[in-house]
């Protein structure tokens, strides 16, 4: 099973046939939710509670937050959703019920969710998350940090016992100047250079050439750095050439895998899916996909069959 993790990983680099959401991977819920239609989705809310009641439903209570909105649902069910709720103004808590069916889609790991009502209580290992530090930089990447007269085009990448302070450097392309806040000195500096260079081949290129050397001046390569730790402005300084940071995150990326692994039920009560329960095998934006269509079906199989055992009743 950790080796499905393993190839997972190793997928980009062996297919070139990798793709990416143009604008990026948060869009993807914002485009399921306008896909919805009917149903209604609530932001700027955090899920602080699922319990099953006596009647077999679940009851949600949510936390919501400043500025949160309800997106796609119409008069009709607006007013159903004020009936149905029962809000709590000094703790700023919303109980929303009743649902026959809940899907549990994110880790429960550090979510704050309390699973309340449920006998017997679901039994969930403990595991431990990869702390992964995204930091995306603009500029030249430093030679004489890798101990070569040039550096190769392409990305960087090392060993798991190499003593580095990143795993991978990745090549994203290039970035206008204006967009990664450069100091004027930097960028000025830079344009000399290329400047230079240019002029000393004025004569060589043709005006599309021209243009297309212009049009670089204008851009600095964007790289993308994977680290357990945030880089210090001192090693960034080491590694690059005229550089900036664009944007620097931290985050829980995946677990950590020791096999064999022991895997929570994907159901842990009664209509009551855990999308995450796979995330033990590989984590991946494709196998939360496998995850979610298996609780999909779990679920439809199961509200049916209640369904004819209350017909049958």
């Known amino acids: 099973m950790n080796a499905l993790a393993g190839l997972v990983s190793y997928l980009p680099a062996a297919d070139p046939d990798v793709y990416m959401i143009k604008e990026g991977n948060a869009a993807l819920p914002h485009k399921l939710a306008a896909r919805l239609g009917l149903q209604a989705v609530h932001t700027g809310a955090a899920v602080t509670a699922v319990q099953l009641d006596s009647n077999g ?13 309800a997106a796609g649902v119409f008069a009709q069910q607006q007013q159903q959703r004020r009936e149905e709720q029962q809000c709590d103004k000094t703790s700023a808590m919303t ?28 039994k969930i290992p403990k595991r431990t998350y990869q702390t992964t530090v995204t930091t995306y930089v603009a500029g030249h990447l430093n030679a004489s940090y890798f101990k070569v007269a040039s550096v190769p085009d392409g990305d960087v990448l090392v060993t798991s016992t190499a003593d580095t302070p ?47 050397q212009q049009q670089r001046q204008l851009q600095l390569p964007l790289w993308k750095i994977f680290s357990e730790a945030p880089l210090s402005g001192d090693l960034l300084e080491q590694l690059f050439i005229n550089s900036t940071v664009v944007v ?66």
């Open 57 to 69: 439903q679940y009851m949600l209570t949510i936390q919501q937050q400043a500025n949160s909105i």
């Open 95 to 122: 109980t929303l019920k009743p649902f026959d069916g809940v899907v549990i889609a994110t880790p429960l790991e550090g979510s704050g969710v309390q699973l309340l009502g449920l006998t017997p209580e679901p």
């Open 166 to 212: 990143f795993s991978v450097i990745a090549s994203k392309g290039n970035i206008p100047i204006e967009q990664t806040h450069v100091a004027a000195a930097a960028a000025a500096a830079s344009d000399r250079q290329l400047q230079a260079g240019g002029q000393q081949n004025d004569r060589k290129h043709t005006d599309g050439a021209n243009q297309h």
């Open 248 to 313: 620097s995150k931290g985050w829980k990326a995946y677990p950590r895998f020791d096999p064999p692994e022991k895997f929570a039920p994907f159901l842990l009560g009664p209509a009551l899916c855990y999308n995450n329960a796979l995330e033990n095998a590989a984590s991946a934006m494709e196998v939360a996909a496998v995850a979610a269509r298996n609780c999909a079906l779990l679920l439809q199989k199961q509200l049916a069959d209640s369904t004819r055992q209350m017909t049958a009743s």
